[in-house]
């Protein structure tokens, strides 16, 4: 209605208009029509736009209506189905009951039927069970006694049946070791352990056999040595003595001539006298030969006890033939000798003129024909380099210078010569006789005390080798005991605790201790006496006996006890492993009950410390409330096993320095120093909870080894990077002997059926899926890893990087254990090298790094 008043409205404006100006032009008013048809053109298109934009709005108003009665038909409809279905369904259950009614009661009889025929053949199941349990039974027992002869006679087999019984054993082991039932694990164990036992004792017995034939066979080999050293001395002896013969002979013939040289002329004297020196020489330097010889060899060839009374014989024999060639030598020298002198001493008298001739002229300096005193004095100072003392200067003047002649005539020259040389000699002889007089009582005086120092010391080491002796003879009976405890030992270790077994092991270390020391004292007693004989070589003769005695009867309880020793060191150490296997055990399965708990929750075990204690101040307390709220059951104690009420080592349980990442080598200056830091004050959070609290917290460290899994190759497998073996590629080949760390898992592979594990591989840090068992049962992986073996000697160092042992903690040595703590690789690169830091089973204070193997491929450690 207000719309067709504004129209209306609109229509009366242009009257109005055109009363209000009745004086326009005809133009203006033309053109005013025009504007005037043109406006009301379009109020007229306004007005049929509104009227046609008011026609759509009735119209989606009456489609909407429309909309809304068709809905309210369809919910209609809708009810109505739905309550016809919930008739039909409604009749449908209803029917289904009353069949569902009928098939039970049908059932319920045909139940009944069945259960009373399956309580009959139950039944009778029993009773054939029950004979077949009592056929089994007494099986078992025949097996199981099999067993246990068969362990008996193994346990006191000896180097000479060992094979024999060791044939029989694996005989036993293969037919009736497994009809032993339950007691099949138990039995294996100990045939396992008795047969090593046996083989360690067997190759003990042979190893002492072996040494005792290589000190037989040294001896005889001496024996037959010294007799053929003996031999070829006396055959050399004999040649020598020939030879000796001969050259004798052959002076004594050519000597002959000058028997009867009357007829000969001097200068053919003097040629065969040469000749015969020149022999008799030789057959001299060929009898010393022979007396050399026998001097120096004659000990040596008395050495061969089997050739004593040929040596004896020989010697015998010989010796008179090396002083007759020696007498004959002797005779022809002295013939040469004398015929030679006698043709010299003619030839010399003219020259000896000539020279005293000159000589008298050169020393009577006055011409007079006369020496006098003066001249005396002078002559034995120029001519003998000799101060005459004036004793002998009279002596030679009153002798020799007769009464009324101012000296000695030139006759009495060589007199006098001789009479200045004796009295040179005289007094030579009086400083050479003092001298040898005072040498002779030095060495008088140092011999008397030699002997009797060898016979002070003698007398001084019979008694300690006499106390040896029966101490060792003591000893004696004390070592079957010893032998009998450890057999006993070694029988019943299978059946002993780990406590019991290293009472026993030290207990019968003690028991050795007191019959070791003593042997020990004995050893250090006779290398010194040994030391002191090769100062005082004179002892051996009378002490050799008894020190013989001494030495082999030391031996031989040396051997015997070292085999009761080692008895007792392998129960230390079978005590040790098995201390080490139960309490890996119990934390293996806590650790896997940990990881399952964490991993249903869609977690990592790298989270689980944080998981269990946010704050990080974490006790036994937590775990067992973590476990408890997962519906884990994990007896106490063996919690108290795995995190003991008493910190394991200081440095683990405030701020161990220790690292845990394996890529740790490769940071840098800065992130150590932070994660040092970090170490820091959660150790100083940690000490001050411990010290307001009192109670044991668990560290990060401590409580991440404890949940470590580590699992070894024992077949062949690849290491892929995917859970699902279908769409998973290779990285690489684990070797047998491989160990790796798993992060995750065991997870199923639902394509294949197979579990696998992810982790990182120890050798090179790479990280992947690997498959635990196959399909068909074969197993690929089995756990282990956390315990190494040394194969190969060393270092145990102080440092990661320390490869080349500039800081050793200790050298291993083969077959002893480590524990492993944690472990990483020297670099990220291919020349680094994978090292452990672990624990020395048997001595919890030895901590230190180990490389597992090097670049070349050397192995120094292996996965136990």
Known sequence: RAGADKEREKEREPERERREEPKRTREEEEEHRKREEERRQQRERERREKEEEMRRREDELQRRRDEKRRREDEERRKVEDQRRRQREEDDRRRREGEDRRRREDQERSQHQMAQKQQEEARRLAEEQKKKDDEANALKQQKATLAVLRTLQKMSNATPENFDEVNAEFDKVLETDLPNTGAQQEILKGEASRVRDYAKQYVEQLREQ???????????????????????????????????????????????????????????????????????????????????????????????????????????????????????????ALQRSGMHKERIAQKVVVGARAKRLKADLARIDADGDGYISRAEIASFAKGDFGFELPEENLGRICRQLIRPGNPGVKYESFQLLKTAIGIAREEARNRVMRQARLEREEKEAEEAQKRRELVEKRQADMKAPLTEMLKVLDEIGPKLGDFEEAAQKLSNEAGDLTTAQLQEGANALTELCKPSRNALDDIAKQMDAMMREMMELPELGGALMQEMSAVQSKKDMHDVRLKTVEGVAANGRQLAMHKAFAEKETVRMEVAAKLRVCIEAQGGSPENLFEAIKPDGLMEVEDIKAYLKKHNCQVEPEKLDAIFPPAAPAAIDMFGATTTTDPDAAEK????????????????????????????????????????RIFYKVVREIVLSNNLLIEQSKQIRKMDIGEVIEVHQGPMLDPSVGVYRVHGKALRDGITGWVTVAGNQGVSFLLPGGHVYQVVRPVPLTEELKDTDGANVVRNLQEQQVLEVLEWARTSRSALGVTRIRARLQGDDNVVGWATIADNDGNAYLTAA
Do not use: H, W, Y
Request: glycine residues 2%.
């Open 209 to 331: 056999q072996r040494k005792l034939e290589e000190q037989r066979l040294q001896e005889e080999q001496r024996k037959e040595q010294a007799e053929k050293t003996a031999r070829s001395l006396l055959e050399e002896l004999r040649q020598l003595v020939t030879v000796a013969e001969q050259t004798a002979v052959k002076a004594r013939t050519n000597a002959e001539p000058l028997v009867d040289c009357a007829e000969l002329e001097e200068k053919e004297i003097v040629r065969i006298a040469l000749v015969v020196e020149r022999e008799g020489k030789a057959a001299m330097k060929a009898c010393s030969s022979c007396a050399d010889f026998l001097l120096q060899k004659r000990p040596i060839m008395e050495q061969a006890e089997t050739l004593k009374e040929e040596v004896t014989n020989s010697l015998t024999e010989l010796q008179p033939r090396i002083k007759s060639a020696t007498e004959q030598a002797i005779e």
């Open 668 to 707: 840098t200056e800065e992130e150590k120093k932070a994660e040092q830091e970090k170490k820091a004050a959660q150790a100083k959070a940690m000490a001050e909870a411990v010290a307001a609290t009192g109670r044991r917290l668990i560290t990060k460290e401590e409580f991440m080894r404890a949940i």
